[in-house]
């Protein structure tokens, strides 16, 4: 997907199509990624469960890492992997 100019966007920045959070990647706002650990994660899906994006990908109900196109980098699945897994590090992503 193409960015649109500011004479393409609706005024005020208004989002008309309902439904359309897949078109939108959002994983280039991130300053920091989340790193999975896979010998270290216990499968609890606290991170998927938590995760306010789309970003954690589950296969027949198992943790298989992240979809860094909509990940934000926000943490949150970091801080709430269980602390005796720690199986979610963030680095830097630049
Ligand atoms: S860093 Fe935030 S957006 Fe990315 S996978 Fe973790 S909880 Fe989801
Ligand atoms: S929260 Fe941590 S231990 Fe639990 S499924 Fe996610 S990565 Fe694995």
């Given at each position: 997907?193409?960015?649109?100019?500011?004479?393409?966007?609706?005024?005020?920045?208004?989002?008309?199509?309902?439904?359309?959070?897949?078109?939108?990647?959002?994983?280039?706002?991130?300053?920091?990624?989340?790193?999975?650990?896979?010998?270290?994660?216990?499968?609890?899906?606290?991170?998927?469960?938590?995760?306010?994006?789309?970003?954690?990908?589950?296969?027949?109900?198992?943790?298989?890492?992240?979809?860094?196109?909509?990940?934000?980098?926000?943490?949150?699945?970091?801080?709430?992997?269980?602390?005796?897994?720690h199986a979610?590090?963030?680095?830097?992503?630049?």
């Amino acid at each position: 997907m193409s960015l649109k100019s500011w004479r393409e966007l609706p005024t005020g920045g208004v989002i008309l199509e309902a439904g359309n959070a897949a078109e939108y990647k959002t994983g280039s706002w991130r300053a920091f990624k989340p790193v999975w650990i896979e010998e270290r994660c216990i499968q609890c899906l606290f991170c998927w469960l938590y995760c306010p994006e789309p970003a954690v990908k589950v296969v027949d109900g198992k943790m298989q890492g992240f979809d860094y196109d909509y990940c934000k980098g926000c943490g949150i699945c970091a801080k709430e992997c269980p602390e005796k897994a720690h199986a979610i590090e963030m680095v830097p992503e630049f």
